[in-house]
């Protein structure tokens, strides 16, 4: 009996001294005390900063159209060419919706056989848009992944970046966007979870003096094509203090969507042709060269090619240099400051923030490259202990 109280006696000091630490770590808040018990911000990893550790430096066109992408039909003889081209800075974020638009007006030709002109990012979603309505599709293009002008952009989620003059937004632009984009959105939430090539990432605007100017994006554009139904993302946060990860006071937090261009690039090409496409390589100088194409429909998505193809004036390059990082898979944020950001992706932390208007130059220029070293050092200073 003596040795079964003792037994009881210690198992019940025991759960005394357990239930005491439980309530001591669930329920105990310090009282009367300025001292910062809590940290709240998070510890974030540092991107390793070197001239030694670019791997790649690439100069991509964006194809800038003064009144916006052209989505738009037009009868050539016999045969009927839907455009789809044209979209600045937002080429992968309108690309399903611009897509679907152009198939609306594919779908009145009433013919099934249809060649896709063009095999970036646009032409693919159209493709691939076709092909999921029961459409037989050709894409018929001078160059395939990875020396396609898509493959050199920064792949993120900028419906509105450089989209279009703002003083050429007609009321018929901004419904034709408010679709597109709706589409767009939802089909990328679709494809999340597979093979990381949509993935969601927290970033942070670290805001150090006064914010840059850029006549083609900007809030204004943002707020004139945008309902209330389109907030699709949580407005940026102002971080209080403890939960600011930077040393700058002026931080907003915002999640967003990056897109992982060589795997999805790769997974649209490899559906495109398991679902029964085909890809012709072909060079096209001339409108007549488009209309000699056996199909009766041609969808045309090459971009800037379209200057040349269909004299198309309002059509200007804007370039946009990026340079790579080795890889650092423990990364998964993106920060800005100043006109520089990183994205950390798959095939590189890609560093960027320029573009020059009417530059056809696609030379990488060392001393843009160094100001991206820069940028991204002094962000890295910026990061609290």
């Known amino acids: 009996m003596k040795n079964h109280r003792r037994d009881f006696l210690k198992k019940t000091a025991l759960f005394s001294i357990g239930a005491a630490s439980l309530g ?61 081209y044209g979209h600045g800075g937002s080429g992968w974020s309108l690309s399903w919706g611009t897509a679907m638009l152009a198939t609306e007006l594919i779908e009145k030709t009433g013919t099934k056989d249809i060649a896709v002109v063009g095999c970036g990012i646009s032409g693919l979603s159209t493709a691939r848009t076709l092909q999921n309505k029961g459409y037989r599709v050709t894409i018929y293009t ?83 094509l945008y309902t209330s139904s389109m907030d699709f993302y949580p407005s940026p946060t102002l971080l209080g203090k403890r939960e600011n990860p930077f040393k700058q006071p002026t931080v907003y937090r915002s999640p967003t969507t990056i897109f992982n261009i060589p795997t999805y690039m790769k997974m649209l090409r490899d559906d495109f042709l398991l679902a029964g496409g085909k890809i012709a390589i072909r060079t096209f100088k001339r409108p007549e060269d488009i209309v000699a194409l056996p199909q009766m429909c041609i969808a045309n998505c090459t971009g800037l090619g379209s200057l040349e193809l269909f004299g198309d004036e309002e059509l200007m390059p804007i370039s946009g240099q990026l340079a790579f990082l080795v890889p650092q898979p423990e990364l998964h944020y993106r920060a800005s400051m100043g006109g520089v950001y990183f994205i950390p992706r798959q095939d590189g932390i890609m560093l960027g923030g320029n573009g020059i208007n009417g530059n056809w130059d696609t030379t990488p220029d060392a001393d843009v490259t160094d100001r991206y070293l820069e940028g991204v050092q002094e962000i890295m200073r910026q990061l609290r202990s």
């Open 24 to 84: 001591a770590c669930t329920s105990y808040v310090p009282q009367a005390s300025t001292a910062n018990f809590y940290i709240n911000h998070p510890k974030l990893p540092k991107v390793v900063v070197s001239r030694k550790r670019i791997i790649k430096e690439t100069v991509g066109l964006r194809p800038f159209r003064q009144s916006g992408p052209r989505i738009q039909s037009q009868n050539l003889g016999d045969k009927t060419i839907v455009h789809n």
């Open 142 to 224: 001078k160059e395939v992944y990875p020396n396609v002008t898509s493959a050199l952009a920064t792949g993120t989620w900028s419906p509105t970046s450089r989209l279009l003059d703002p003083e050429r937004l007609t009321p018929e632009f901004t419904v034709k966007f408010q679709k597109a984009c709706q589409y767009s959105y939802d089909t990328f939430q679709r494809l999340l979870g597979i093979h990381h090539m949509v993935d969601w990432m927290e970033s942070y605007r670290i805001r150090s003096g006064k914010p840059s100017s850029n006549s083609y994006n900007h809030q204004g554009l943002h707020d004139k």
